[in-house]
């Protein structure tokens, strides 16, 4: 939202009304080099991917939905994720929810993730961040495969798996959009995905 110098709300309105916003940054997500590939029984690394903001500011990381799909060979044992944990370098920053093949990752409390308006985020350095997707599997047998992976630049706000708040000037104005591309690549669906396996 745009104010004058008195507060008063100069923003240009949408077709339906609403507030237009003017983003201090916009996200852009990649598939991080030096993949995983090696799976066991236990927790390992799955996916690493890296959120870098294409402004001057910091942005901030809310959360991450992540589809899990499990190759399971020998339905014996059955192949089995318990967790899907997500780290920025060696510190885990959260920990996900399951729904079906999908998890939700929010942000923890306790681990130096800020806060604004009673919601947790980790700060996207002005320079990128890589983040790793961990999964904790058990009955790893011969030949099964896990993938991960999550869907941005959708075509509309609100459909991307990454959710993220803009800095606005310090963070506490910005405001949370599930849009990566913010709209210029319209249509343009991409899917960061990666596999490990036990061959």
């Known amino acids: 939202i745009i104010t004058d110098d008195g507060g008063t709300d100069t923003s240009e309105k949408t077709d339906n ?33 890296t ?19 499990e190759t399971d060979a020998d339905t014996d044992t059955p192949l089995n994720v318990t967790a899907v944990d997500l780290y920025a370098g060696s510190t885990k920053i959260g920990s996900g929810s399951e729904s079906g093949n999908e ?24 320079k990128g ?3 790793i997707v961990k999964v904790t599997a058990a009955n790893v047998g011969t030949d099964d495969v896990i993938t991960a992976s999550l869907d941005v630049n959708a075509d509309a706000p609100g459909e991307d798996d990454v959710t993220w708040r803009d800095y606005g000037t310090n963070g506490e ?27």
């Open 173 to 199: 104005n910005g405001i949370d959009v599930a849009w990566i591309n913010l709209g210029e690549d319209q249509g343009d669906i991409s899917t960061i995905e990666n596999s490990i396996d036990n061959k």
């Open 103 to 126: 998890w939700t990752i929010d942000m923890a409390s306790g681990v130096g993730n800020l806060e604004f308006a009673g919601d947790r985020y980790d700060e996207i350095s002005s």
């Open 17 to 49: 009304g609403d507030d237009m916003y003017v983003f201090n940054n916009k996200v852009i997500a990649t598939l991080s080099s030096n993949q995983p590939t090696t799976l066991t029984t236990g927790t390992k690394e799955i996916l690493k991917f």
């Open 129 to 131: 961040e890589t983040y």
């Open 51 to 69: 959120l870098t903001p294409s402004g001057d500011n910091n942005a901030f990381l809310k959360s991450v939905k992540v589809k899990i799909d």
